[in-house]
């Protein structure tokens, strides 16, 4: 079984570009998580897809980030435009639907803004 | 709002002596509970969870609600045991269902 993907594994911009994460979660499950670690900080999660509706979205830090996931498949995350404080790792993970499911990570993306 | 506190941001210890990483979590509810480890140059993955009840790679971990605590142990450390390890919490049920609360992450050690 081929696990989360995430795409892509490191990326560089500077400040004022724009960005955009992928993440492609283990075929099947209809649960998507997207959490982010910031240097010296925790793992703090960010938003949760069911399908292609978001369920929860209250970690998502303000409106220049958007996540989507069109077609309940893979899911895209744009920070537009990118700060100095968006640095960070970006993780994604996934789940299948039924009960509080163990959830699989991807490797993350790591985001450096200049 | 739910907390997961892990109070040591490393530990060190030597090969075949027993290892404690302490957790510590907030929450009125009834949580699920989980420890993850991610490895040099891997990804986080789920060592185990409370309701499982089970011995990992000789790692166990039990939820004491009277202490909120879920201490993860093993008595004898090996030097593959050396990774960041997380302690995480869920919620069971509601609108956040399956959204994680992450610890700070204790750096593990083990020297030869």
């Known amino acids: 079984e081929a696990g989360v993907t995430q795409f892509p594994s490191h990326s560089v911009i500077e400040k004022g570009q724009t960005v955009t994460l992928r993440c492609d979660p283990i075929s099947g499950h209809d649960n998507l998580y997207w959490y982010r670690r910031v240097m010296g900080k925790e793992i703090k999660f960010l938003l949760h897809f069911v399908k292609e509706s978001k369920q929860d979205e209250s970690g998502m830090p303000n409106n220049r980030f958007l996540a989507e996931r069109t077609g309940g498949t893979y899911s895209t995350l744009k920070v537009q435009p990118a700060e100095l404080e968006d640095s960070g790792v970006y993780f994604c993970?996934?789940?299948?639907?039924?009960?509080?499911?163990?959830?699989?990570f991807g490797d993350g993306t790591r985001l450096s803004i200049l | 709002a739910q907390r997961v506190t892990q109070p040591e941001k490393l530990l060190s210890v030597f090969k075949g002596a027993p290892v404690e990483l302490k957790c510590n979590y907030s929450y009125s509810g009834s949580p699920e509970l989980f420890w993850y480890v991610q490895y040099s140059r891997q990804r986080l993955q789920l060592l185990l969870r409370?309701?499982s009840r089970e011995s990992i790679k000789g790692f166990t971990a039990d939820l004491n609600k009277g202490e909120t605590s879920f201490h993860l142990k093993k008595p004898f450390a090996q030097e593959e045991d050396s990774a960041m390890y997380y302690c995480a919490l869920s919620y069971p049920g509601g609108t956040s269902y399956g959204k994680l609360t992450f610890g700070q992450g204790t750096i593990l050690t083990v020297h030869p």
């Open positions: 993970a996934s789940s299948p639907t039924g009960g509080n499911q163990p959830q699989h």
């Open positions: 409370h309701i």
